[in-house]
């Protein structure tokens, strides 16, 4: 089982293609995580936003979660073209984001994670934080971190001394 991380962006679909060149015919887990808006309020400076325990909060909630499952859905197509046997994935950010992520990797005893890199280098990556070096980190499994094509030519550039 391969784990894969969507989020819809052009370096989640990256991450697909790849894995879907090295792991054909491999079952495979879309994985798109969501946020409860009770959690972001939780994180807020007090006084902003509505309050825990608005009644909208559940609406809002449900929204959140039918989209993702749009989400995880259109990234499990993307997989099934790539040549995975894929299925759909979605659930509720809890505590990091890479823990969420390590979390359900145990969750579906994936052998492997896979995500798309955002590209962020120097400070930014520094100041920001980043999912994947994160997961990278502290995973006790195989992890692929797979750039966009537009990120992985900016780098060839760079060590090619032209950017």
Known sequence: MILLGY???DNAKEAIQHAGALFQGQPAAILVVWEEYGEIV??????FGRAADDPDIKRMDDATAREAEQ???AGAKLARDAGLDATPRTIPRSGAMAETVLN??????ADAIVL???????????????VSNAVLQSADRPVMIVPSAAVARERAEKLRGKG
Not at 117 to 127: A, D, H, K, M, T
Request: glycine share 24%.
């Open 7 to 9: 989020d819809g962006s």
């Open 42 to 47: 939780a994180r807020a400076p007090a006084g």
């Open 71 to 73: 989400v995880a859905e």
């Open 104 to 109: 359900e990797a145990d969750a579906v005893n």
């Open 116 to 130: 798309g890199s955002r590209g962020r280098g120097g400070i930014g990556s520094f100041l920001l934080g980043s």
